[in-house]
C-alpha cells in the first residue's frame, strides 16, 4: 500500500510540474498526433542552398553539384563507370544517383547497420529493379580492409564522399590512398580558412569536441592538396572549389525558421539543431570553415 501511495504522490508532484503553463491543456501541441511520422525522404547533409530554401532540395543539389563537377553527370565517363559511395546515409543518395545515372554500378558503404537495413528495406520497394544495380555493405569508411569492393579492372571508379570524410577516425589518408588505388575522388568536405586566427582555430577545437570530429581533419587547401598528392594524386589532376557562401547561411536559415516552427506547434527535441545551426552561422560570418568540392583525377598508377 505504502509503494503504491508513494507512486500516486510522484505522480501528482509530476502533472503539476509538468503542466502547461497556459489555461489551455493543449495549445497547438497535438500536431504531434496529426504530423506524418515517416517523412518521403531521409536526406542529411550539409546541402546547396543556391537555388532553394527547401532541406531535401538543397541536399540532393550538393550531391547533383559533385556529379557535375566530376562529369559524370554529363556523362564524359569513357566505357563503364563505377562509384563507390563512402557513406551513404540512409540512401537518398543512393536512390538518387541510380535513378540519374541507369548505367552506374553502385557501390555503397556504411558503417551503421540501421541505416543499411532501412536502405535495403527502401530499395525492395521504391526501387526493386535498381537494387540489382547496388552492392552494399556494412564497414568503416576509414578502413578501406572493411569496404569489400574489388579492383574493378577496365571500370572508370570514382570514390564519393558526400559531407562525411571531417567525421574520419583517426583520418582521411587510408580512405584517400585506397580512392587513388580505384581511380578518381569527388568530395565535399569542410576545409580550414588559411585566414583563420589562433583564437578562431581554438573555437573550432572546441566545436570539434563537441562534434565527435577530430580537429586534425580540418585543414587547410594547401594541406589538404599535399595529403591528395601523398595519396597518390598528381597536383595537376586536384581541384578544390570553395562554395561555403551557398552551403552555411543557408543551412543556419533553415534550422533557425525549422526550429521556430517546431516550437510553435509544441514539437521539441531542436535544442541539438540549434546548436548546430549557431555553429554553421558562425562559419558563414567568420569564414573560419570553408565548404569545398573536392575533386581528383586519374589517380597515378
Known amino acids: 500500500m505504502s509503494l503504491l501511495l508513494s507512486s500516486f504522490l510522484l505522480l501528482i508532484i509530476y502533472i503539476f510540474v509538468r503542466r502547461p503553463k497556459s489555461s489551455d491543456p493543449y495549445a497547438l501541441d497535438h500536431a504531434a498526433l496529426n504530423a506524418p511520422l515517416f517523412p518521403q525522404t531521409m536526406w542529411m547533409n550539409m546541402g546547396y542552398w543556391k537555388n532553394t530554401s527547401s532541406f531535401p532540395e538543397a541536399c540532393r543539389a ?82 578501406p580492409d572493411t569496404w569489400k569492393v574489388e579492383a574493378g579492372a577496365g571500370l572508370e571508379t570514382w570514390t564519393l564522399a558526400l559531407d562525411c570524410l571531417y567525421h574520419f577516425r583517426p583520418n582521411r589518408e587510408k580512405a584517400l ?28 577545437w572546441a566545436i570539434a569536441v563537441g562534434m565527435g570530429v577530430p580537429y586534425r581533419n580540418f585543414m587547410t587547401p594547401k594541406q589538404y592538396t599535399d595529403m591528395l598528392v601523398v ?16 552551403v552555411f547561411g543557408g543551412l543556419a536559415a533553415y534550422i533557425q525558421r525549422r526550429s521556430q516552427e517546431a516550437e510553435r506547434w509544441g514539437i521539441g527535441g531542436w535544442r541539438k539543431w540549434k546548436v548546430a545551426g549557431w555553429v554553421f552561422g558562425l562559419w558563414d560570418k567568420r569564414g573560419t570553415v570553408r565548404g569545398c568540392v573536392v575533386i581528383a583525377r586519374r589517380a597515378k598508377h
Do not use: H, M
Open 177 to 204: 590512398r585506397r580512392a587513388a588505388e580505384l581511380g578518381s575522388l569527388v568530395a565535399f568536405d569542410l576545409l580550414l580558412s588559411e585566414q583563420a586566427k589562433w583564437w578562431e582555430k581554438g573555437v573550432l
Open 62 to 143: 550538393l550531391l547533383a553539384l559533385l556529379l557535375e563537377k566530376s562529369g559524370l553527370l554529363s556523362g564524359d565517363a569513357k566505357g563503364e563507370v563505377r562509384i563507390i559511395d563512402i557513406g551513404f546515409g540512409c540512401g537518398d543518395q543512393t536512390l538518387a544517383i541510380l535513378q540519374t545515372l541507369p548505367g552506374v554500378r553502385y557501390s555503397g558503404i556504411t558503417n551503421n547497420p540501421i541505416q543499411l537495413a532501412f536502405l535495403e528495406d527502401r530499395l525492395g520497394k521504391i526501387a526493386p529493379i535498381d537494387k540489382r544495380r547496388a552492392q552494399l555493405c556494412l564497414g568503416d569508411g576509414a578502413d
Open 231 to 246: 595519396a597518390g594524386y598528381a597536383s595537376n589532376e586536384i581541384e578544390i572549389e570553395d562554395i561555403s557562401s551557398d
